[in-house]
């Protein structure tokens, strides 16, 4: 990366890539390095094998992005977020932190970090509530995934210096060792062969092994051979000849080498050899072996252990190991000797297996299998061979086998060229087991910086090793990119006569005039490495052998030209090999002569004759007949030829096109020229190998002529280019659109002549336009038009190329540092030329589009990417002459097609790295591309084809991802510049809207998205622009922000109905493609099934932190799918369908946090702006700037509805309340108006919602929130009496919302979390000394909550009148929680289901609507229970409320007196008739409902259950309501149903008072509470109203079964049975305790002191109303402890008990509040008794009757009375009382006044009885004779009993 950025800083747009040549050894024969000016032909190809490459850097765009925004967790309530929470998050975040080191950290984003710390947007501009949304919408962005996702995108091809394979391996001959023992020195070659094609596969690969005493310690022993390889395969091997001095004769043969005994050579063997070998200068071949590379088995290719017979198998087989090869753990061995083990990442073979040379072997008897089997050479060669990649993997390097060598991720792949890298075992010089940390450099990084590794780069490169050059270059269709010319001669055999020690010597000459002269060519290459060309090379020597046979390679650098007279020579010499005095001299036998001219072709076999003597020109033909040849002159000498030359063509044609190229070059050619034209139109047939190899010499030419050639020889080079791209493209392998072998020639060889020639560009569009133009004008072309249109992309390259070097090469040598280079000034009539060239090609792609022709689109992106190059290199305001050309064409709203390639086209020009500083097309225009992008994605929103409404959109976005996250745009003012490029679309949607709300979610997003974006980075000014226009427009700009609102917001799988959020359900109806996410980008589908395809991340490899593996598939466990398409089967097998849910959940659990955490932070930030944009327009709207409605502000309103009303995280809540203050501070009186009510209440629930929050934090802002709408209204209203109503109604609806109970283990119900929050927060609203601590943790000042109204300096805040709202509040929650807890009970406590009731609409009152709704559910209960007089009350109190608001509005019959009498019916209708009902006119409330027809309808059901509880005397008070409004409405026929009800209620009350058995309309019990499991009720005390008919045994059954169901079997309930006093302290505890007693209802007027009995028919004489508040019973009692005595003992105590409001009232049920008690004593019981018969017997003598008609109930009612007073059997009578007081002792007790008391009763009660029996007798007639008797005689018998205490009675009487 270094060196790019250095360059593009530099502003240089070109990087020079020095050409890395193959091996020095390859340069040009420097005596043959002539003068190439002479031959232009080859001055080119040495040019283009020379010359560096260029590469622009700009092409392919360059982009450095900021780091990654680092997301945090979001805190959202649910389960866990209470403050706990949220502190164990930050505490595990901030360790994570601290503990993680850079590579643990994954990339939240799919871009890479770069070093320059992290990039928090708002640190840097420090201005808003939250980050940008987009980098959460779009956290996978990727620059290069998105361009490569266009259509027709060129990719940059990944360079290489030299298209080597996939492979390459290294052999280093470690040692030799025989076991005779090593003493001289041996020498042999390594190549690569083809056991099945029987080829040599590389040049030899030279070494020598010296014995240790020679051993020369300069010498290094680190040489290696490299190797290449195309594929792995079985038949390739490593060929190993060993070749040793010449042996002596007679001295010690070669056998000694595989003798059995003795083992090893004497000492006098050793000397001998020693002497000989250092005299001996010949070598003769001694030994060979084949060592296979790979394995024939092609099931290890799949993966399989290797076999171990082969070095490389495990490696190259594609085995998953990490490591560059497997370390086979055994030690194996090939044919019983040969082992390899591992060092390191190379393999080390021991060869065993040499193959002794005993008599002369060919390479056919290599293979021979018949061939004799000799002893095998005791000896054993170590080898080091190790396997390099080289960086270009192709497509094609498929191995026989199967597997593709795509170890991609290898060491090796880091040198972006075949480097030759080597790890050594010993591990001193790099890391060992090739665990390299290259892994993780980025791919992509390699293609865009090119090979500038040279060889000083690599410290493991070693200049001594040995490149053997690869044969199969030569037949490999690729071009060269290397200088090579060389020949490699092969003397194959010599067959002579008689035996010879025979060996040849090659030399190259140049002419045969003197064959004396020594070769004065230095052209052969050396065997030993570092030494300079020699003049002539030995072959082996061939010891006594007819036929010699020889192995050697000799290789010849050849001259640049050959001329006719260049020729090898080859000389045979002869050899005695015995030790004499001194060295043995060589004897020439013959010559032989290969004239190389004739000969040269890429490989030949040939024969010839051997001569005798060489005379002057020998070549000639004349003088052939002088020679004189040896064996008769047959062609005994055989060789074999190699021609490797990148120079020389052997094709003939491509051969005369050169050689005519260079007579037109040099002008030599003759006049008329038509060989050149020949030679161009014969390259057509030129075979395609070849033409390959030549290809960039060729092309070179090519443009040379078109460049400054002639009309017709410009078309005719051009209609052979043409030719020679398409055949290239069409027979290259890889199928790419752009053929990489053009795309390389481009790119980087292409150099438009160095600047030594006009550049070709004007030549080329001349050309090419003037055959266009032909085409458009319906002239026939041929068939070779389409190609040009095919390759158009090549050719606009060249151009754009050419001219950037003419850019270049003009302005570049005198640039200052740091500036910018000026645009090239194109010539009128070229600028002319390309205008019309590219209007014909757009013809062409207009007229194929619609025939639907892929040709067309990819004609488009050429002319895309045309406009692209040209915006960097020419005036840009000319490129928008094409592009605004372009766009005519391409008008409106086009078909589908056409639009497509529309869009492709803007896509590509706006991703030019300088698209944001473009200009506009006039000086005063902003930038036009933008406008023009704008307004096209504008149009294709509108576009019936979603498909490309998805592709408008997706442009937009990934550019808006492209700003935002580009280096060089992070200033505050680039952001600004951007977005008011930008800001125009937000006009047109606005001014457009049917075309957003017509676009999908998706769509909407994409465009919501952006919108946000450029509204995040615009300043206020152009802000408020937009918002002057009209209201109307202004109104939609906030409906975009609350569609922002509704499509990002967070919903989380647990979202309940408290959350704000509708319970939809979670899957939604999604289209089939895989959705893992509602809310994020498109592309993040496509991120995460990639990642869930790799992403399995393998056990125990911690050190690589997140980065995910490949794993095979089933690797991955069953349950848990990893790979997409698993995930989906998965969801169809569980028939769940692939809906985002499931698809979720396959994700890998890292994958899936990375998820929620993005979609988290994208609703966070969407939120914090568009509160950010709510703040702004409310400080605008505050000056009256903008235009929008000032009475309602409903854009305000609207939006922080829609805030409050979704799932918000922490981070919100807490910049939310500040601004909320700050925008009330402002608008408080339009917010707080009427008109606002429902904005007001959705603010009051939503805050009363978030204090339900189990978040504390979010819970205590909740509260804040309530004190700001309590000093609002203090502020404006003084008190807060409407926010009490608006307050009380949410409360009510948040109630039936919020789970106020939870279940508790035992079955039975508590009060919830969430009621107690709710609790805590309405007591801390009212809590004055922690309100300044809250309101600061607000962020507010401590006096925000002061309320000093304007004009005043008082403080009305108060708090006392907060404290009464907040208990207000309170008692709605607690009658909400009651009735909630009995929710089980309702069915069988229903006393206490109707009380609770009562508490609600008593909690309610403030609310009419609510008040009415709960007295109305209380009737309900209490008709079900057939408590009718109960269900009346209700009735009535639903009339007082409606009448009161009625009066309180004037608009009613009736008047504050009417509200007083209908309170004596019912107390609870309350007296004072004030403004409480209009305050509650709240938006969906209020009084505006309550009529008088409504009051008249609740007064006639009253009017119905007191008729039905017998209760007429209320009956009759009730219509006297109703018939006043009848008489004020003329109603009469509704007054006669009145009068006539009246008249049926005035009878039944005659009827009831004239019933001889009193009317009693209920009974009354007194019922005590005692024991803990009581609660409420423990030691409280109820008087029950009961129906007439329940007894005192009924509703003691009846309690107990309420209260037992409840106890549950736990507890026990006693029922106390008496009815005296309880002391609760002395009760078991533990237990429960029921006391009931029957209780009497008092009179108004009633004298509770009087000691008479209290019969209760005595006391109701008139028609009363029934209302009672007190009630008494009387309890006996003795004073002497005893249980039960005497009347003389027996005292009384009379308790009278007063109850909290009077029956008939709401509930059956009211509370004691007063209890007093007297005492009577026994005399005054007994006084009391006598005197309560006697009135009974007076009332009945003196009640008046009406007729005589009422004769009979008196008589019966006489009779009754009588029967108990004067029969003598009654024993507590009268005869009782005088039996326990006046005989005896008790007498003596009594004070004389009791006494007299006593007497004057009793005679009191005998004259009265005496009267009645008269009465009686005057009334009865027959039948009753007998009974009148009974009664005389028991008068008279109880007067005769009385006489005996009373002896006066008798006189009295």
Known sequence: MAMEECASSEGHRFRRIPRQLCSASLELDPLLNENLEQWPHLNELVQCYKA????????????????????????????????????????????????????????????????????????????????????????????????????????????????????????????????????EPFSGTICLYNRERREKLSEDFYFRVLPSELQDVTVSSERRGILSLDTPSSSVCLLIQLEKPATEEGGVTPSVYSRKEPVHLTEREKQKLQVWSRIMPYRESFAWAIIPLFENNNATVAGGAASPSSPLASSVSGSSSQDSFGEPNSKSTLDGKLAHYSSGSSVIVEISNLNKVKESYTEDSLQDPKRKVHKPVKGVLRLEVEKLHAAHTDADNISEGGSVINDLNDAGDRFSEPSYVKHHGNGVEGPRNGNLKYSSIDRRELHKNGPNLTAENHSDYNCDDFQAFDFRTMTRSEPFSQLFHCLYVYPLTVSLSRKRNLFIRVELRKDDVDARKQPLEQALHPRDPGTLLQKWAHTQIAIGARTACYHDEIKVCLPVLLTPQHHLLFTFFHVDLQMRLEAPKPVILGYAVLPLSNHIQLQSDVSLPILRELVPHYLQDSGKERLDYLEDGKHVFKLRLRLCSSLFPVNERIRDFFLEYDRHTLRTSPPWGSELLEAINSLKNVESTVLLQFLQPILNMLLHLIGDGGETLQVAAFRAMVNILTRVQQESTDGAERNRFLVNYVDYAFDDFGGRQAPVYPGLSTVWGSLARSKAKGYRVGPVYDDVLAMAWFFLELIVKSMALEQRHLFYPNLPFGEDVPPLQLKEGVFRCIIQLFDCLLTEVHERCKKGLSLAKRLNSSLAFFCYDLLSIIEPRQVFELVSLYMDKFAGVCQSVLHDCKLTFLQIICDHDLFVEMPGRDPSDRNYLSSVLIQEIFLTLDHDDLSQRAKAARILVALMCKHEFDSRYQKREDKLYIAQLYFPLIGQILDEMPVFYNLNAVEKREVLVVILQIVRNLDDASLVKAWQQSIARTRLFFKLLEECLLHFEHKKPTDSLLMGCSSRSPDGEGPVSPKYSDRLSPAIHTYLSEASRQEVRPQGTPENGYLWHKVSPQLSSPNQPYSLREALQQAQS????????????????????????????????????????????????????????????????????????????????????????????????????????????????????????????????????????????????????????????????????VQVTQMKSDGSLEESGEAKRLRRSLEEMADEDRSEELVKECGLSGNALEAIPEGSIDNSWSWSEVKHLSEGLLQALDAGLEHALLASLVTVDRYAAAESFYKLAMAYASVPDLHIMWLLHLCDAHQEMQSWAEAAQCAVAVAGVIMQALVGRNDAVWTREHVASLRKICPIVSGDVTAEASAAEVEGYGASKLTVDSAVKYLQLANKLFSQAELHHFCANILEFIIPVYKSRRSYGQLAKCHTSLTNIYESILEQESSPIPFIDATYYRVGFYGDRFGKLDRKEYVYREPRDVRLGDIMEKLSHIYESRMGGSHTLHIIPDSRQVNAEELQPGVCYLQITAVDPVMEDEDLGSRRERIFSLSTGTVRARVFDRFLFDTPFTKNGKTQGGLEDQWKRRTVLQTEGSFPALVNR??????????????????????????????????????????????????????????????????????????GEPATRLRSQE?????????????????????????????????????????????????????AILSEL
């Open 52 to 183: 560096d490459w260029l590469k622009d850097e700009g092409k392919y765009g360059h982009y450095e992005n900021v780091a990654a925004t680092n997301f945090q967790n979001q805190i959202f309530e649910g389960p866990d977020t209470d403050i706990e929470t949220e502190m164990r998050l930050a505490n595990v975040r901030h360790s994570k932190n601290e503990d993680a080191t850079e590579d643990h950290i994954p990339s939240t984003s799919g871009r890479q970090a770069s070093d320059n710390g992290l990039y928090v947007p708002s640190k840097v501009l420090n201005m808003h509530y939250g980050e940008s949304s987009l980098p959460a919408y779009e956290p996978a962005f990727d620059w290069e995934n998105e361009r490569s996702s266009i259509f027709g995108q060129r990719m940059p091809e990944t360079f290489t210096a030299q298209y080597s394979s996939g492979l390459k391996i290294t052999v280093k001959v470690l040692s030799l060792s025989f076991q005779a023992g090593l003493v």
């Open 1795 to 1847: 006494l007299q008391q006593l007497i004057a009763a009793l005679l009191e009660f005998m004259a009265v009885c005496k009267r009645a029996i008269r009465v009686h007798f005057r009334l009865i007639g027959e039948e009753d004779q007998d009974f009148h008797t009974q009664l005389v005689n028991g008068f008279q018998s109880l007067t005769a009993e009385l006489s005996h205490y009373i002896p």
């Open 1134 to 1297: 569980s028939r769940i369908g692939a809906t985002t849910r499931a698809l979720r959940e396959s994700l890998h659990p890292i994958l899936r946090q990375k998820l929620e955490l993005w979609e988290e932070n994208l609703s966070t930030a969407v939120s914090l702006q568009v509160l950010e944009m709510t703040e702004k327009f409310s400080v605008a709207a505050a000056s009256h700037t903008i235009a929008t409605d000032y009475a309602k502000l409903d854009c305000i309103t609207s939006i922080l509805t829609g805030l409050f009303s979704r799932s918000q995280p922490l981070a919100f809540w807490k910049v939310l309340f500040p601004v909320i203050y700050n925008i009330f501070n402002l608008h408080g009186s339009v917010l707080m108006a009427r008109e606002n009510d429902r904005f007001l209440k959705q603010v009051a629930f939503h805050l009363l919602r978030l204090a339900v929050f189990r978040n504390d934090s979010i819970r205590r802002r909740a509260v804040i929130g309530l004190q700001i709408l309590v000093r609002n209204s203090f502020y404006y209203f003084m008190h807060t009496t409407r926010l009490r109503v608006m307050l009380t109604i949410t409360l009510s609806e948040l109630m039936s919302d």
């Open 1710 to 1783: 009211l509370l004691v509040v007063k209890s007093e008690s007297l005492e009577f004593s026994p005399v005054e019981n007994a006084i009391g008794m006598i005197e309560t018969r006697t009135a009974a017997l007076r009332n009945e003598l003196e009640e008046p009757r009406s007729s005589d008609g009422d004769q009979l109930p008196r008589l019966q009612s006489l009779q009754r009375i009588l029967q108990g007073s004067v029969a003598v059997q009654v024993n507590s009578g009268v005869l009782s009382i005088c039996t326990a007081f006046l005989s």
